[in-house]
DNA sequence: GGCCAGGACACCA
DNA sequence: TGGTGTCATGGC
């Protein structure tokens, strides 16, 4: 893993537990994913696939509108329609064409209730889901985390860029490669897991898009790129 | 008008 | 195994 710029060592105890707990003295507990049931969490998944969430909020919003979002409500659908309704969200054939390979696995495997997720154990579910046409890492692990309640570390670019810009990550590694390093450091706790996704993903947001980003970053006391 | 966003996949060397 | 093109909208 990668050091500090300066020093060509990590800083003194800038671990991710650290990092969580300057987190969660900022914000508090997010306890989060940005969906009513785990159906809209899958859906979510899905769609955010290299997509700004103002716009998977968008398309989610159509699906609602329309009294589709569900299993149900999704299966019966066309393409066409699917499609349509996912407009919003970029890539909308794409992502119809991976929402119905979704819909048919959970049809298939679990009589259509995703619910079924939970009971599966948890390398298993995740083989399964990696199975299905247009599901990777990322998307099976969001499934398996927020929808399925498993004790599942999920990486995404937010991630990356934070633990980068920390020098804790070089910048280059594979999904498994973080992951790892994260599950090494952390106690293997869903709760923990969905909490930290979710400070990470509001860290960016709040301080990281805008320039300069140091001044009133949670993180500022073990960033070894302050002044930069 | 260009660039980017909470990826995944096919194709190629 | 790793690099590249493709999908495609909306916000800035």
Same mark, same amino acid.
């Given at each position: 893993?990668?050091?500090?710029?300066?020093?060509?060592?990590?800083?003194?105890?800038?671990?991710?537990?650290? $990092?969580?707990?300057?987190?969660?003295?900022?914000?508090?507990?997010?306890?989060?994913?940005?969906?009513?049931?785990? !159906?809209?969490? *899958?859906?979510?998944?899905?769609?955010?696939?290299?997509?700004?969430?103002?716009? &998977?909020?968008?398309?989610?919003?159509? #699906?609602?509108?329309?009294?589709?979002?569900?299993?149900?409500?999704?299966?019966?659908?066309?393409?066409? =329609?699917?499609?349509?309704?996912?407009?919003?969200?970029?890539? @909308?054939?794409?992502?119809?064409?991976?929402?119905?390979?979704?819909?048919?696995?959970?049809?298939? =495997?679990?009589?259509?209730?995703?619910?079924?997720?939970?009971?599966?154990?948890?390398?298993?579910?995740? =083989?399964?889901?990696?199975?299905? +046409?247009?599901?990777?890492?990322?998307?099976?692990?969001?499934?398996?985390?927020?929808?399925?309640?498993?004790? #599942?570390?999920?990486?995404?670019?937010?991630? =990356?860029? $934070?633990?980068?810009?920390?020098?804790?990550?070089?910048?280059?590694?594979? @999904?498994?490669?973080?992951?790892?390093? !994260?599950?090494?450091?952390?106690?293997? +706790?869903?709760?923990?897991?969905? +909490?930290?996704?979710?400070?990470? &993903?509001?860290?960016?947001?709040?301080?990281?898009?805008?320039?300069?980003?140091?001044?009133?970053?949670?993180?500022?006391? #073990? *960033?070894?790129?302050?002044? $930069?």
């Amino acid at each position: 893993m990668a050091r500090t710029e300066r020093t060509g060592r990590r800083p003194r105890g800038a671990g991710p537990l650290r $990092i969580y707990r300057l987190l969660l003295r900022r914000f508090g507990h997010a306890g989060w994913w940005p969906g009513d049931t785990p !159906f809209e969490v *899958c859906l979510g998944a899905i769609l955010t696939q290299n997509t700004a969430w103002t716009n &998977v909020e968008k398309a989610l919003r159509r #699906v609602r509108a329309a009294g589709r979002l569900s299993f149900e409500g999704l299966s019966t659908l066309s393409d066409a =329609r699917l499609a349509a309704l996912f407009r919003p969200s970029g890539t @909308y054939r794409v992502k119809a064409r991976r929402v119905r390979a979704f819909l048919s696995f959970i049809e298939s =495997r679990y009589g259509g209730r995703v619910e079924g997720m939970s009971r599966e154990a948890p390398e298993e579910l995740r =083989r399964q889901l990696l199975a299905v +046409d247009g599901i990777g890492p990322e998307t099976a692990d969001s499934i398996a985390l927020y929808a399925a309640g498993h004790p #599942v570390f999920v990486v995404d670019a937010y991630t =990356r860029r $934070i633990f980068s810009r920390l020098g804790l990550l070089a910048g280059g590694e594979s @999904y498994g490669d973080v992951q790892r390093f !994260f599950l090494r450091r952390l106690p293997r +706790d869903a709760a923990l897991f969905n +909490d930290y996704h979710a400070q990470i &993903v509001r860290l960016a947001k709040e301080h990281c898009r805008a320039r300069p980003l140091c001044s009133a970053c949670p993180l500022e006391p #073990v *960033c070894p790129r302050r002044g $930069i």
